[in-house]
């Protein structure tokens, strides 16, 4: 009976312990991200992401949180296109971050969709390469 039991504690901790060891979890992709965000991005959009009133916009707008592909090109490309969110423009440009791995702007954008009352799903490796491949 003590061996059962013994045999069974083992086969679930060695099973709690890979589960926790899952390298691309969602929970493991955000605070990865906020690593990146924190050197790369922070300076312009800030902690909170709220960005700063016409110079950088804010990470929520709903209409690049919802589109992966150009959240990706964004990052990799940077923007000049004086955007508008609710009517403000912002006259900072956003520089390319195309040196960042696949695997940087896959954490940092699952890190912001996820953040700052965001609430969009994951962004993969194999995207991020999609959208590289594409130019
Ligand atoms: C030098 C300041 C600066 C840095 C650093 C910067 N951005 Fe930006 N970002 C901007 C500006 C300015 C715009 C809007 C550009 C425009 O209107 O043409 C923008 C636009 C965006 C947008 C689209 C608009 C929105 O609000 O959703 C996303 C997404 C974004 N940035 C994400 C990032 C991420 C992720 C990083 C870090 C890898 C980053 N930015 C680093 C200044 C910056």
């Keep these: 009976m003590k ?3 013994i045999v069974t504690l083992l086969i679930v901790t060695t099973f709690v312990f890979v589960l926790a060891q899952q390298p691309n ?3 493991q992709s955000v605070m990865r991200g906020k690593i990146v ?3 790369y991005c922070l300076s312009c959009h800030q902690a909170d ?7 950088n916009p804010p990470l929520t707008a709903e209409e690049y ?8 090109q964004i990052v990799l490309k940077g923007m000049t296109d004086r955007i508008a969110i609710d009517d403000e423009k912002y006259s900072n440009n956003m520089a390319p971050h ?6 940087q702007i ?10 700052f009352g965001n609430n969009a799903g994951a962004v993969t490796v194999a995207e ?6 594409k130019k």
Excluded: C
Aim: proline share 2%; hydrophobic share 35%.
């Design 3 to 5: 061996k059962i039991f």
């Design 25 to 27: 979890s969602i929970q």
């Design 37 to 39: 965000y924190t050197k």
């Design 49 to 55: 992401g709220g960005g700063v009133p016409k110079l």
């Design 65 to 72: 949180i919802n589109d992966k592909n150009k959240m990706i």
């Design 98 to 103: 195309n040196d960042l791995t696949n695997q």
């Design 106 to 115: 896959a954490d940092v954008l699952t890190y912001v969709r996820n953040s």
């Design 128 to 133: 991020v390469q999609a959208v590289r491949n």
